[in-house]
């Protein structure tokens, strides 16, 4: 008697193991599902009020309109900068460079400061035009680029800038920027 009462106290136990393993493996299952489903869906972030209108950034993809608001103030950054606004300008460049281009990006623009320290040139543009092409993840800036010398505006002449951007998850990160130069001309 006491065997078949062992027997089935061991059946039981059994029952319950095999039970409590198919719990978990499904609970497994289920946790994995869930994880792969927040991995892979699209994240949206909506940006207002300091722009003109509201704007929805996506995991998916750039809008055109915002990559048109970062161009516009990274423009007004890269493109505007006098000898004592030199680190500020340095850092925020570099701040909003996507990290393989950090390094390239960074000893360019420390060129140009060793070439602008201590002088009183100071550039700053006026922006006529912005395109950008979110598909390739560039855009382009339109503008008069103005050089002052002290107090003298020295050159005025416009000029067309480009911009590569590299874009993962929200974040929009500059891979490089430079003058557009037309077959022919120097720069």
Same mark, same amino acid.
């Given at each position: ?12 136990t ?6 409590l393993?198919?719990?978990? +493996? /499904?609970?497994g299952?289920? =946790?994995? /599902? ?5 991995s892979?869906? %699209? ?5 207002? !009020? +300091? ?10 993809? =750039?809008t ?7 161009? *516009? %103030?990274i423009?007004?950054? &890269?493109?505007? *900068?006098s !000898?004592?606004?030199l680190?500020?300008?340095? %850092?925020?460049?570099?701040?909003? &460079? &996507? !990290? ?11 060129? +140009? ?20 092409? !979110? %598909?390739?993840?560039?855009?382009? /800036?339109?503008? @008069?680029?103005?050089? +002052?010398?002290?107090?003298?505006? @020295? ?13 993962t998850? /929200?974040?929009l990160?500059l ?5 557009? @130069?037309?077959?022919?001309?120097e720069e």
């Open positions: 008697m006491e065997l078949s009462l062992a027997h089935e106290a061991s059946q039981r059994l029952k319950q193991r095999n039970l393993a198919l719990i978990c +493996i /499904v609970l299952i289920l =946790v994995v /599902v869930m994880f792969t489903a927040a892979t869906r %699209d994240r949206e972030v909506v940006l207002q !009020p +300091i722009l003109p209108s509201e704007m929805t950034l996506s995991s998916s993809s =750039v055109p309109e915002y990559l048109e608001a970062v161009t *516009r %103030d423009a007004q950054l &890269a493109l505007n *900068r !000898p004592e606004t680190q500020y300008w340095l %850092d925020g460049i570099v701040a909003i &460079a &996507a !990290p393989e281009s950090r390094g390239a990006l960074k000893a360019k623009l420390m060129e +140009i400061m060793a070439e602008q320290e201590g002088s009183q040139v100071t550039q700053f543009v006026t922006i006529d035009w912005i395109r950008t092409d !979110p %598909d390739e993840l560039t855009s382009q /800036v339109g503008g @008069v680029l103005h050089t +002052i010398v002290g107090s003298r505006d @020295v050159r005025r002449e416009h000029k067309v800038f480009e911009f590569h951007w590299k874009y998850g /929200v974040s990160r891979k490089g920027f430079g003058v557009v @130069v037309k077959e022919g001309e």
